[in-house]
């Protein structure tokens, strides 16, 4: 069953390998060695975007003068979540640098990466709200519910960061700073008291936190694609509105999807390795270098929705205009004032 602990030994050996040597194991395990090496200014880069993006994005969503729609409210948690993320990412980097030496003690072990598994089920829990709620505005739209209420949807948002740190009690339970031996390193990582645990964690994660809410909505999507598809701009009130919203939320479900289904992935086939229905050299370090890059292209999200709210979000591009544009006006009235009190000094 592969670990954090497995990743490290595997850098370790990694270091240790020579590339000469005929060993296929040999050979992937300087891949091993090679993805680590790139770790650190990868998750770097999409720290930096992430952060100035999805500060932006709240900037707008804060500080609009139009009141939040039920929609809003869900994508704004969905970005306080990606900067949350953005801010714990470069104590990874940093820590991957050092050999996955962990410098910051104990209590930031657990935060930050509780903090990062919070951002992945939070992340989802959004994105099927907001699905849901565009599955009612365009499929039942005489059909009012409290879910598309903006105050309803701030309490639906703050039960789903409750629920969110709910899920991720074992990585605040477990995750520890223990000294690993053989890669000779004081490495942040997880110790379950047993190691069905994790093969447990891993099935709960898989089925509640990624197929039951990928059942939702793919279903709210096949519907809201299909009412679109019958009913042309216009016919129904306020559809050009509704449309140009559902397109943004359907372009952060498909980039969602893709750069987390194979995490997902990744995580099936670990619990699997458990029951022994795959084992060996090369396999284990495949599954080490997957679990990697899965991960990272998981973490990458984050960093991409921004841009997704301003190619895709036409209203979003508005409000960021009429934010911005009132702030710079507000700016130049006050110099003007300050200026016209100065002349008649």
Known sequence: MHSDTALILGFQMAMNASISESDTCNYTATLVLLMSSLQPPYLGVISIVGFLGNSFVMAVFCLQRKNCTAADVYLGNMAAADLVMMTCLPFWAFTIARGHQWVFGEVLCKLVNVAIYMNYICSILFLTLVSL??????????????????LWAKRICLGTWMLGFLFSMPVLLFRTVRYVQNAEVDACILVYPHLSWRVQHNIFINVFGFIIPVMVLSYCTCHIVAVLSKNPVGVLPGMRTERRATHLVLAVMAVFLFCWTPHQVMRFLDTLEYFQITSGCIWGYVLDLGI??????????????????????????????????????????????????ALHK
């Open 133 to 150: 709620d565009r599955y009612l505005a365009l499929v039942k739209p005489m059909s009012p519910s409290r879910l598309r209420r903006p």
């Open 292 to 341: 990697q890059l899965s991960t990272y292209l998981a973490y990458s999200n984050s960093a991409v929705n921004p841009f997704l709210f301003a190619v895709v979000g036409r209203h979003f591009r508005r409000r960021a205009k009429e934010v911005f544009y009132f702030k710079c006006s507000v700016k130049r009235l006050v110099t003007a004032v300050a200026v016209v009190k």
